[in-house]
């Protein structure tokens, strides 16, 4: 199989026909010429061997023809005329040999040139058939005139559905002004070509897109002809950068959302990234911070302690490390962060040191306020226990000395009694001035025996406190105290509720009892105030003496059982014992004690109904 002169495919037996019919047809012509007369045909019949010859075989044989039919112009005329023709046949003969040789010339040239073309039109239309990318010819209003099956597959339309239709009809609405801008562009020769990414709409209504490149071919006089349209389908790789897209809004948004901060530092710890959570932590924004060396906003000692661990896990690829911290805020303060940072320094994504990082400032508040919490636990269960002992020792020193007040006083007095009523009772009668004198003995001795019981239960509950309240019992104590201490006592009162509640009442009283005993025993004072108020809040006692006071001992430890138990009581209610003393100068306790109005209302309320 060859190609003829059109550039298509011709068989053997196709070729032959044609030369075996040229050869018929030069025979014919030599023959007339040979039977004519000598001038009559001369060369002409000849050229058309020749150009019947190139038209039916093919160029190649053109030459071949040529030559054979100028012998044969030559050869005819010489057998015609017997020997050597005349000179005016031979020029004449001559010059029609002469123009089959160029007409042979021009033909293979000119079949030459049309060979070339076709081939090349058949390349330009195989390639635009098989193209991979949408190819279309369209008019310069936008109406197709020759689509490729790429541009059909990407459309989902066939050739003829697309010839009925123009570029409008499949752009994406949302894109028809921007292309229309452009085509316009294009018409007016504002822009040379068109390169533009666009949506398309699918035969089955999806959304499709490509890259387009759209140029417009001219006339000689500038006028549009035609646009020729090249179209690349990016559809997935616009779906793959949409979702590129998405997972990095995605990733960004948990990032800058993120409680903690996640930062990335260079080797030498200069911050390239932080997250805005930095701002909620530390005050400042990421602008601030990125280029600066995370190093300076630490603590000096954590400072030379987190630059060390950096530059031995910045050696090992992939290394990880956890650590605390204190990082100086931007108001001056300072805050406790817990790290965790891997070296990634190797992975070409990232090439840094990754760090998260959450404040634990509220945390170790927790942890040290736990701790002083447990201390102060530790040293109150101490004390208690202290305490502990301490009490069940006074109550035995007590009961042992009310064992002694009944067994070496009042029972010894029982038992004198119980004599005089023996001897009364065993003597002979006595005059009734001697009988009257023994039983005012008696009398008086039974009288002294219920003042001391009296007493003693006053000092073990004083009854007055129920019946008559706080300032009267504060000032029956004061004036028995005087009595017995032989130390004048002051007392003063003012704003104090007509009632108030017996655990305060009492803890009050207790607090002026055991504070005027201390008074007693160790300020060696000759005199002491009492004051008592009121201020709707609270009750106010202050006991003060002016003797040779004491350094009082911090925070109670080491203090004597007295303080121990009043601060105990005063604990209870929900008040405060301070005690301030200075050696020369006297000691002051003072116990407040908050009130309650509700309390203080219902009781005077209740007081007022008669309840």
């Known amino acids: 199989m060859t190609k003829n002169g059109y550039g298509g495919k011709m068989s053997a037996r196709g070729r032959g026909a044609p030369a075996l019919l040229a050869i018929v047809v030069a025979t014919v012509i030599f023959a007339a010429d040979l039977a004519l007369p000598a001038g009559i045909l001369d060369g002409a019949p000849y050229v058309l061997v020749v150009f019947f010859s190139l038209w039916m075989a093919a160029p190649r044989w053109a030459f071949v023809f040529a030559g054979g039919a100028s012998g044969l112009a030559f050869l005819a005329p010489a057998i015609a005329a017997g020997g050597a023709p005349s000179a005016p046949v031979l020029f004449s003969r001559a010059i029609s040999v002469a123009v089959v040789l160029i007409s042979a010339v ?5 079949w030459r040139v049309e060979s070339e073309r076709r081939r090349t039109e058949e390349w330009v239309r195989t390639s635009f058939e098989h193209a991979p990318s949408g190819m279309a010819v369209t008019s310069p209003d936008g109406h197709f005139l020759h689509v490729n099956p790429a541009l059909c597959r990407f459309l989902g339309y066939s050739a003829e559905e697309l010839r009925q ?48 490149s759209v140029s417009l071919v001219r006339d000689d006089e500038g006028r549009p002809l035609h646009r020729t349209v090249q179209i690349v389908d990016i559809t997935r790789r616009v779906a793959m950068q949409e979702q590129l897209r998405a997972s990095e809004r995605y990733f960004r948004s948990l990032i800058e959302n993120a409680l903690d901060v996640i930062t990335v ?17 530390l005050g400042y924004t990421s602008e601030e911070r990125i280029g600066t060396n995370a190093f300076s906003y630490l603590d000096p000692d954590d400072a030379v302690r987190l630059e060390r661990l950096v530059m031995r896990g910045s050696r090992t690829s992939g290394a990880a490390a956890a650590i605390q911290f204190r990082a100086r805020h931007k108001d001056g303060s300072w805050r406790y962060l817990e790290a965790a940072g891997r070296n990634l320094l190797d992975d070409p994504a990232v090439a840094g040191i990754v760090v998260n990082s959450r404040d634990i400032t509220e945390r170790k508040a927790m942890e040290r306020a736990l701790r002083e919490s447990r201390e102060t636990l530790r040293r109150s269960h101490q004390e208690l226990q202290s305490f502990t002992g301490v009490l069940m020792t006074a109550a035995e020193e007590e009961r042992a000395r009310l064992a002694r007040e009944l067994h070496d006083d009042l029972n010894q007095r029982l038992a004198a009694l119980s004599l005089e009523l023996g001897q009364l009772r065993r003597q002979k009668p006595f005059s009734a001035g001697a009988l009257a004198q023994r039983l005012a003995g008696l009398e ?5 025996l219920s003042d001391d019981v009296r007493n003693m239960a006053y000092r073990l509950h004083p009854a007055t406190l129920d019946y008559l309240g706080l300032e009267a019992a504060l000032d029956s104590e004061c004036d028995q105290f005087s009595a017995r201490e032989g130390i004048a006592v002051e007392l003063k009162s003012h704003g104090l509720p007509e009632e108030l509640p017996r655990d305060v009442s009492l803890c009050l009283y207790r607090v002026a009892q055991e504070s005027l005993r201390n008074v007693a025993r160790h300020a060696r004072s000759d005199r002491a105030r009492v004051t008592v108020t009121g201020d709707g809040a609270g009750i106010r006692l202050c006991v003060e003496d002016f003797g040779q006071g004491f350094n009082p001992v911090p925070s109670g430890r080491g203090a004597g059982l007295g303080i121990i138990s009043m601060a105990e009581r005063v604990r209870l209610v929900g008040g405060q014992l301070t005690v301030r003393s200075e050696p020369g100068k006297g000691t002051r306790v003072e116990a407040w004690v908050p009130v309650s109005k509700e309390v ?9 109904t008669g309840r």
């Open 106 to 110: 021009f033909v293979r040239a000119f």
């Open 165 to 212: 239709m123009t570029w409008a009809d499949v752009t994406h609405p949302d894109d028809y002004e921007r292309s229309a801008e452009l085509v316009r562009q294009l018409l007016a020769g504002e822009i040379p070509v068109i390169e533009v990414e666009k949506r398309y709409r699918h035969k089955d209504g999806s959304c499709v897109c490509g890259h387009v």
């Open 444 to 448: 008086e001795l039974v009288g002294q």
């Open 265 to 281: 530092l260079e080797a030498d710890g200069t911050i390239r990234y932080e997250s805005p959570a930095i701002e909620r932590v």
């Open 600 to 608: 203080s209302g219902e009781r005077q309320a209740s007081r007022a």
